[in-house]
């Protein structure tokens, strides 16, 4: 089973902030977040991991809590090309079999 | 330059059949793995392979069967297709001391029919 909880699906306009929250309360001291998403019904790809401190990359920014609890995909200005289900997993830094992921968020971008 | 690769694209067999799909990965990763993603949308893993140990998720029939002539290739062998297979294959590849996350290739449809 997943250890994450995300919402089932989402909308943001074109050009604004996409902010994709992600629960996991059960995280461990050496799991790492990690965020991919799947367009249409290509193969996921990966965005972006943390563990505890923000990260940002030219694709996103990932803000994690203090208390490793939750976090946020941040996209700050989505594209159509945006849409797609995006996934958060958390896992240890050797990923592996422990990789899980859930039903993740669908996101929709509106012109 | 595709970095994880699959052949092929899209299979289509009768029950009963046996077939192998491919996976190359140019990355140099040491570990490749075997997704598989329903109707529903569930990625759900089904083997991890590095050149030490093979796991294999255990709700996986042993119809099913890994293959790595090299630690470049893992592919997936299925004997006795049935209904249920039908579904989108995705292999994928990491560097188990590098927590970069996965590479995952295109997919290959198969339909059992």
């Known amino acids: 089973d997943a250890k994450t909880t995300q919402p089932p699906s989402m909308d943001c306009a074109e050009g604004r902030a996409a902010n994709l929250p992600c629960n996991h309360s059960?995280?461990?001291?050496?799991?790492?977040v990690y965020w991919y998403r799947q367009i249409h019904s290509q193969g996921p790809q990966y965005i972006i991991h943390g563990l505890k401190n923000n990260e940002t990359n030219e694709m996103a920014s990932l803000i994690i809590t203090e208390d490793r609890k939750s976090s946020t995909l941040i996209l700050p200005h989505a594209t159509l090309r945006d849409t797609a289900v995006y996934y958060c997993i958390v896992t240890g830094n050797t990923g592996g079999f422990k990789t899980i992921f859930g039903a993740g968020t669908r996101l929709f971008v509106k012109a | 330059d595709t970095a994880v690769s699959q052949t092929p694209k899209y299979l289509v067999t009768q029950m009963g059949n046996d077939k192998s799909i491919k996976c190359e990965q140019n990355l140099g990763h040491d570990t490749m793995y075997w997704y598989k993603q329903d109707s529903k949308k569930f990625l759900k893993i089904m083997f991890s392979y590095n050149n030490k140990e093979l796991i294999i998720n255990e709700t996986v029939p042993n119809r099913f069967s890994p293959k790595s002539p090299d630690k470049a290739h893992l592919n997936l062998h299925i004997n006795s297709l049935e209904l249920g297979d039908s579904a989108v294959y995705f292999c994928a590849s990491s560097q188990l001391d590098r927590p970069n996350g996965y590479t995952f290739g295109s997919g290959t449809r198969l339909t059992v029919v």
């Open positions: 059960t995280i461990s001291g050496n799991e790492y």
